[in-house]
């Protein structure tokens, strides 16, 4: 990331503006009145990035709005959808057994006009597959995620890019749960800004059974250290907190888009 991109920025006082963060590269106008918000992504660029000039294949986004304003407010989001989560190595949980890991997904950035808070465009900091978590009948969207499911984040190198999730998981069945894929509903949590990182709030998920629905409760628990006043972004979803849903296993006729 080349500058803080967070909070609000005024296109007047500075012209044009560029910034990147993850594999998105941004610049930002303000002319005639009017907002030009231009991307690409790190596999769009064919050469070294023009902080001034964005490359012919960038999409474009532009603006006009009934409050002719040339600020605009940068903030961390959450994905639009659920993440089927794959760990990059199998954790077998054994009966009775309650663990905490850490799984770290990419963050989305949400631009808006600072004086009303009307959103502009919403784009996600890593380019995601989409894929399908359930059956073709009884399922949902999601984006498909890779993570190491970390027990200790203490020596990991910080990205600015990256959410840091904690998640306690408690196998309450009788047999092992076999922690490959998992369906975390990312919509229902908050982010909060913490020495220079992004921490959600805690979930919890009790695995019941391969053919029970786990519960799945947002605790809001913050990790230790982090305060309601270092709030960020509130979820997208104000749902209930707590829910029985199915969560580690894609039944064997899910569909797949895009892996």
Excluded at 56 to 66: G, L, T
Aim: include cysteine.
């Amino acid at each position: 990331m080349n500058e803080n991109i967070w909070g609000n920025i005024s296109l007047i006082d500075q012209g044009k503006r560029y910034f990147s963060i993850g594999d998105l590269h941004l610049w930002l106008a303000y002319q005639n009145d009017e907002i030009w918000i231009s991307y690409a992504y790190e596999s769009d660029l064919e050469g070294p990035v023009d902080r001034d000039h964005p490359p012919k294949n960038a999409e474009w986004s532009r603006w006009a709005h009934k409050i002719s304003s040339s600020e605009l407010n940068i903030r961390p989001v959450f994905p639009d959808l659920p993440l089927v989560v794959h760990s990059e190595y199998t954790l077998k949980i054994s009966p009775k057994t309650q663990i905490q890991i850490y799984t770290r997904i990419p963050i989305w950035v949400r631009i808006s006009i600072a004086d009303n808070d009307y959103q502009l465009i919403e784009l996600p900091t890593a380019k995601l597959s989409r894929t399908w978590f359930g059956t073709p009948t009884e399922g949902e969207l999601c984006y498909h995620a890779v993570t190491k499911a970390r027990r200790d984040l203490s020596d990991v190198e910080q990205k600015p890019y990256l959410v840091s999730c904690p998640i306690t998981i408690s196998n309450r069945s009788e047999g092992e749960l076999n922690f490959e894929h998992f369906c975390f509903r990312v919509e229902r949590l908050s982010m909060y800004g913490y020495n220079n990182a992004f921490w959600a709030d805690e979930t919890q998920i009790i695995f019941q059974g391969e053919d029970l629905n786990s519960d799945v409760i947002m605790t809001g628990k913050l990790y230790d250290g982090i305060t309601k006043d270092q709030l960020l972004s509130p979820p997208r979803k104000n749902i209930q907190k707590s829910l029985a849903t199915r969560t580690f296993k894609i039944f064997e006729d899910a569909l797949t888009f895009g892996r």
